[in-house]
């Protein structure tokens, strides 16, 4: 008798756990999930039920074609000036550097140069020569009056005054070129700044020696940066979206939130006959965040607008860096379509190519592509 109590009690302990387990199992009142069924084709697949998958009808939106290309920031070439030296010697202060920003007139560096003291020399021989070239003229013309020379002599002397004059003014003016006062001479030439900008060369370090208009690279590289261009690579095919006159976005990747416009300026005539690209030449006013060298992205906008479709942004399968969606076939299939998406448009994707307005897509593709990896 106690035996079969014992018996009863097991009993009905394994069936006290039998519903546990039951009701812990919130799988077994889920529905079944979708069975998939691969195809020959790996973007064709068949389910067992589609309605598991809701679909939505492409949408239709007007838009301008757009061409994304990249560009560096390049210095206009107008606006860039070489500093030279006049004067040949040894450099023996550097008062300006790379990337400092100098204006007109700005002392940039000195040289000790032996060409003043030979260009001093030069003047001092012309001031006597026009001293004594002078003397000889006052005395040709008071011998004139008295008849005492004829007209030729006089004449003659007049020319060696005014060659003696040519001589002075050259040699003083190359001392004022040289950077020297003809009143007191120095063997120190100082450069300065022809024009206001940006140092963005420099070539030139304390003791080196410098040549006379035969600095090869230049000594300095001064630019005006407030208008800086702009160097794109357009590919031929994309060649009908750019014309001359027209603007174009232009956004940096360190500013983002600081959109600017540039105005297409120049379309070079040869294209590069290895990538097939031109040279695309974007004049932009520079607000004081561009910088020699940054990396922009410029986008050029068409003129005619064009059709396109636009799908929920969940129908958009980003896989492989490529755009997906998928497309109800017959049969309880779906086709996987290769799609080109363009800008976001808050809950919708537009659709540049692959997909025509009016036709079917699955609205959320993440769902099936993931039921699909999991069979």
């Known amino acids: 008798m106690k035996r079969a109590w014992l ?24 529905p079944p999930p979708a069975k998939v069924e691969k195809e020959g084709d790996a973007n064709l697949v068949k389910v067992d039920k589609p309605e598991q998958f809701p679909l939505a009808t492409a949408g239709e939106h007007n838009a ?19 500093v030279i030296s006049l004067a040949s010697g040894r450099v023996v202060e550097i008062d300006a550097r790379l990337g400092d920003e100098v204006k007109k007139g700005q002392l940039l560096f000195k040289v000790r140069s032996s060409d003043i003291s030979g260009a ?3 003047y001092r021989k012309a001031v006597v020569n026009e001293q004594l070239t002078k003397v000889q003229l006052d005395r040709a013309k008071i011998l004139f009056d008295k008849g005492a020379i004829a007209k030729k002599d006089l004449e003659v002397a007049q020319n060696a005054e005014d060659s003696a004059l040519v001589d002075l003014d050259t040699t003083a003016e190359r001392l004022k070129l040289l950077g020297s006062d ?31 208009l035969d600095n090869s690279p230049n000594l300095f590289t001064i630019a005006d940066l407030s208008v800086v261009w702009i160097i794109c690579d357009v590919f031929e095919n994309d060649m009908p979206n750019v014309k001359l006159g027209e603007y174009a976005d232009i956004h940096l990747a360190a500013y983002p939130n600081r959109p600017l416009k540039g105005r297409i300026s120049n379309i070079a005539p040869i294209l590069d006959p290895t990538i097939r690209t031109a040279k695309v030449r974007l004049e932009v006013p520079n ?25 929920p ?8 860096d490529r755009d997906w969606v998928y497309v109800p076939a017959d049969n309880r299939r779906f086709r996987r379509l290769e799609v080109v998406g363009g800008a976001t448009l808050g809950d919708l994707q537009e659709i540049i190519s692959g997909l025509k307005p009016g036709d079917k897509v699955v609205t959320n593709a993440l769902v099936l592509q993931n039921t699909v990896e999991q069979q």
């Not at 387990?21 to 799988?27: C, G």
């Not at 990249?70 to 070489?82: L, S």
């Not at 607000?287 to 799908?311: C, D, N, Q």
């Open 120 to 122: 001093f020399s030069d």
């Open 313 to 320: 942004a969940t129908a958009v399968l980003h896989l492989h």
């Open 64 to 82: 301008a074609p757009e061409l994304n290309v990249t560009g560096v920031v390049n210095p206009d070439v107008a606006r860039t000036v070489p």
């Open 7 to 30: 018996v009863v009690m097991l009993a009905l302990l394994l069936a006290a756990c039998s519903k546990k387990e039951e009701a812990a199992n919130p799988s077994a009142e889920a």
């Open 287 to 311: 607000p004081g965040l561009m910088r020699v060298g940054m990396f922009v992205t410029a986008t050029f906008h068409g003129t005619s607008a064009e059709k396109r479709a636009t799908v």
């Open 182 to 212: 003809t009143s007191h001479p120095t063997g120190i030439v100082e450069t300065f700044a022809p024009v206001s900008g940006v140092i963005v060369e420099q070539n030139i370090t304390q003791a080196a020696g410098v040549k006379t």
